[in-house]
């Protein structure tokens, strides 16, 4: 167990997660990237080892708890706090400058840098540099937040608690992408003694992963599940799409496994323009035939001429 890694976000689930939430997320990542299906891929054996590891704590109840409880008490240790235990935090004391960097948690950083280090330079010489500059402002720090994946695509609010107590409330635009940074004027660490403003915080944006959905730039992705009569005979489908809306979907006669179907309109939206939905189709073969159900099968298939 390893409490620096966020085993919700590795699943791409949140903390709230259910157990049978926990299963399907697992069962859907570890087929993605079992050995069997990666033909070798070293980074997909790593994934899937990251993947199994953190299933074998959230599926596990005293894991879990003790998991929780290590990252609950690291979070309370800390000045700012994101609600949902999806980002990271930072703490600030205006009267001892070494303290603010000594404290930073996992992925606060200073905007533009890989890592928690200062590069080439040491802290005195960092602290000495920043004493010696002309603005007086305080710092900029950065963190990343995980936000739901329709909040992602449909846009909406989220608020951040800062150390004072004070809530702010962030915008999140439709349609934003991963990795995309939100700037938060004055809510960065304080301004040194007798200095001005304070520091911006920078949020990078982390989008969960969704268990029916795919995005691919603003188009989104889904399986649907058809069994073979439908195939065979054709049906009409009710089609969930991330926008809440549900439309029909007309499937001809005789349509085939991985046939795509394309509704227009029903993806991200944002200002690039709107992408669209498409479905792939997927064949349910019925596993527990009975030997008569088998027969009568196989009967059929012979004079439709699939079998001789």
């Given at each position: 167990m390893n409490p620096r890694v966020n085993y919700y976000e590795l699943l791409g689930i949140p903390d709230t997660a259910t157990q049978d939430d926990v299963k399907r997320a697992y069962r859907l990542l570890a087929k993605q990237y079992h050995p069997d299906s990666s033909g070798g891929d070293k980074t997909a054996e790593e994934k899937f080892k990251q993947v199994s590891e953190a299933?074998?704590?959230?599926?596990?109840?005293?894991?879990?708890?003790?998991?929780?409880?290590?990252?609950?008490?690291?979070?309370?240790?800390?000045?700012?706090?994101?609600?949902?235990?999806?980002?990271?935090?930072?703490?600030?004391?205006?009267?001892?400058?070494?303290?603010?960097?000594?404290?930073?948690?996992?992925?606060?950083?200073?905007?533009?840098?890989?890592?928690?280090?200062?590069?080439d330079i040491g802290f005195d010489e960092f602290l000495r540099n920043s004493r010696n500059a002309s603005a007086k402002r305080g710092t900029d720090m950065e963190s990343t937040i995980t936000i739901p994946f329709e909040m992602a695509v449909n846009g909406g609010e989220t608020i951040i608690k800062t150390g004072g107590g004070k809530k702010v409330k962030i915008k999140i635009p439709s349609g934003i992408e991963d990795g995309k940074k939100i700037r938060i004027r004055g809510h960065g660490s304080p301004p040194p003694a007798g200095g001005g403003a304070a520091g911006d915080l920078y949020l990078s944006i982390k989008i969960a992963k969704h268990l029916e959905f795919e995005r691919r730039g603003n188009d989104i992705y889904s399986n649907i599940y058809i069994n073979i009569a439908e195939a065979v005979l054709g049906t009409e489908l009710s089609v969930k799409t991330i926008t809440g809306k549900r439309v029909k979907l007309q499937i001809p006669p005789g349509t085939s496994s991985a046939k795509i179907f394309r509704i227009p309109g029903l993806g991200v939206k944002n200002e690039s323009g709107q992408g669209d939905h498409f479905v792939r189709i997927e064949i349910d073969v019925p596993p527990n035939l009975s030997i008569a159900q088998k027969r009568d099968f196989r009967n059929w298939a012979k004079k439709v001429g699939l079998v001789k």
């Open positions: 299933y074998q704590v959230l599926s596990d109840s005293k894991k879990r708890s003790k998991y929780d409880l290590i990252r609950q008490n690291a979070a309370r240790r800390q000045q700012v706090n994101f609600p949902g235990g999806h980002a990271n935090s930072y703490q600030v004391n205006s009267e001892n400058m070494q303290d603010i960097f000594s404290n930073l948690f996992n992925g606060f950083t200073e905007p533009g840098q890989d890592d928690q280090s200062f590069g």
